[in-house]
């Protein structure tokens, strides 16, 4: 329960209108929670029904996508588009392309997204969508022809100054070719519809790096805060996806040691340090299984599932996998193990239950919507470059990519300690991000 009657009924409203949506409903009540302190200080925003109106998308979309495979058979998939919140600018976020996409991973995907684009202090909204088709074992032609077919309808309610899609699980740099491909075919128009995109066609250099690296450079942040460093410290990281490899690189570069990785059917120990060529070789060149690692590292371990690699003695973890992929049982194996610092690359990938344990056993914790903040930030970088028909170099945008990522911890850090919650970067986060969107929607007045 909410201990503000209001809140509460807000929430009680969302588990109605939504039911069955469980990501959803604990990415609300985590936010909900830390705007109590918010809702005493700021009547204006109830009375304008700020927050009512903030936890109910602007638009849902949810579509057929029919292709073709390779037999000749006729596939049917589910495509969604949450237009979740443009008070503070067009529509933004990635397209999610798994098996485990509804309803529900869309919205708690699109509604934490608001946040983090406010925290970025550039002009971007909340958006978020996706598809339940799964690219695994797929060819490079199947893979065209769902984007084209997915993009066939998503072009009818995007555009550059209206909603800006890019990656996120599922979807890198290939799909994101595709689509751009088939957008630009149906509108006959080259713009900076989708962010992501390759370098030779309006792509920001450092947007595929930047995730990692951003997550990096916050926790660094948070780190030299509290009077600590990688250098020297033991790391884990889940997941080997996009977000993984650049955080282990970065990680890697501020002095620390990687010593684990994972996918979604296991991890590899290497007490060495992990070798990032092989990876990158076997997970962007090759995409194959993160297993593979120990043919060319015979002295690394792979173990089958994914939880056991929260068991590994670490210092800090960088959970970079997928939602709630920390439990309760997890947290309690990094604590007891002197794991002094979570930081998450992933969205929601630690459970309200998690959470508690880090908090209340000191660990410092950099929540996703603050921590990976840092890929749609280059993201938004890249709209920038795209409208002034220009490039900034590498150099350039990673140096600003810096500046926004110590900003969100600062930001995040003041606000939790102006409302009385001093350390708690989750409720810091969650307040920063809430107040510019509040402010916007309030001088905006009641348009939806
Ligand atoms: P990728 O598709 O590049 O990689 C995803 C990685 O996570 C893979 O190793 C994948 O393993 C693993 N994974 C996916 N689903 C599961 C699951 N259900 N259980 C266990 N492991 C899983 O995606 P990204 O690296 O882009 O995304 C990773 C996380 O970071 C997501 O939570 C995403 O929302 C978030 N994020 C991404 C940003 C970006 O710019 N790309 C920005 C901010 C956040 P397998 O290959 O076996 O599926
Ligand atoms: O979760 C995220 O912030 C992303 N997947 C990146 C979104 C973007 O628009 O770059």
């Given at each position: 329960m909410l201990a503000n009657p209001y809140l509460q009924g807000v929430f009680d409203a969302v588990i109605k209108r939504n039911p069955a949506e469980p990501e959803f409903h604990q990415a609300v009540k985590e936010v909900l929670e830390s705007l109590e302190p918010v809702v005493q200080k700021h009547p204006e925003y109830v009375s304008a029904g700020i927050i009512d109106r903030i936890v109910e998308p602007e638009r849902f979309i949810s579509f057929r996508v029919s292709w073709v495979d390779d037999a000749g058979k006729v596939q049917v998939n589910r495509g969604f588009r949450v237009q979740f919140n443009s008070a503070i600018g067009p529509y933004k976020g990635g397209l999610r392309f798994h098996p485990s996409v509804y309803s529900g991973i869309i919205k708690f995907l699109g509604f934490e997204q608001i946040f983090k684009n406010s925290l970025t202090d550039l002009p971007i909204g909340g958006g978020k969508g996706g598809s339940d088709f799964d690219p695994k074992g797929k060819s490079d032609n199947e893979i065209m022809k769902f984007c084209q077919s997915f993009m066939t309808e998503l072009s009818k309610h995007?555009?550059?100054?209206?909603d800006v899609p890019a990656g996120d699980i599922g979807v890198g740099g290939r799909e994101i070719g595709f689509m751009y491909g088939q957008y630009k075919r149906l509108r006959n128009e080259f713009t900076g519809v989708l962010t992501g995109k390759g370098l030779t066609y309006g792509g920001s250099l450092a947007r595929t790096e930047a995730t990692g690296y951003g997550l990096c450079y916050y926790t660094d942040e948070m780190l030299k805060d509290n009077g600590k460093s990688f250098k020297g410290a033991t790391v884990v990281i889940s997941g080997s996806g996009n977000v993984a490899i650049y955080a282990a690189q970065k990680a890697t570069e501020l002095g620390g040691k990687v010593v684990a990785l994972s996918d979604s059917s296991g991890y590899i120990h290497d007490p060495q340090g992990i070798n990032l060529a092989t990876v990158q070789q076997i997970k962007e060149v090759e995409r194959k299984r993160i297993s593979e690692y120990v043919n060319y590292h015979p002295n690394a371990t792979y173990t089958e599932g994914?939880?056991?690699?929260?068991s590994i003695k670490c210092d800090i973890a960088l959970p970079s996998a997928t939602q709630n992929e920390i439990d309760a049982k997890s947290a309690q194996m990094l604590v007891d193990n002197g794991c002094f610092a979570v930081a998450e690359g992933a969205n929601m990938p630690s459970t309200p239950e998690a959470v508690e344990i880090f908090h209340k056993n000191g660990v410092l914790f950099g929540p996703a919507k603050a921590a990976n903040a840092g890929g749609v930030a280059t993201s938004a970088l890249e709209m920038s470059q795209n409208s002034m028909r220009y490039s900034w170099t590498f150099e350039e945008v990673d140096a600003k990519l810096k500046n926004i990522m110590i900003n969100i911890y600062r930001e995040s850090s003041e606000a939790a300690q102006a409302y009385g919650l001093k350390g708690n970067l989750v409720a810091g986060a969650n307040i920063a991000g809430f107040m510019k969107v509040a402010q916007a929607m309030y001088s905006q007045g009641v348009a939806y």
């Open positions: 995007i555009g550059a100054d209206t994914c939880s056991g690699i929260w």
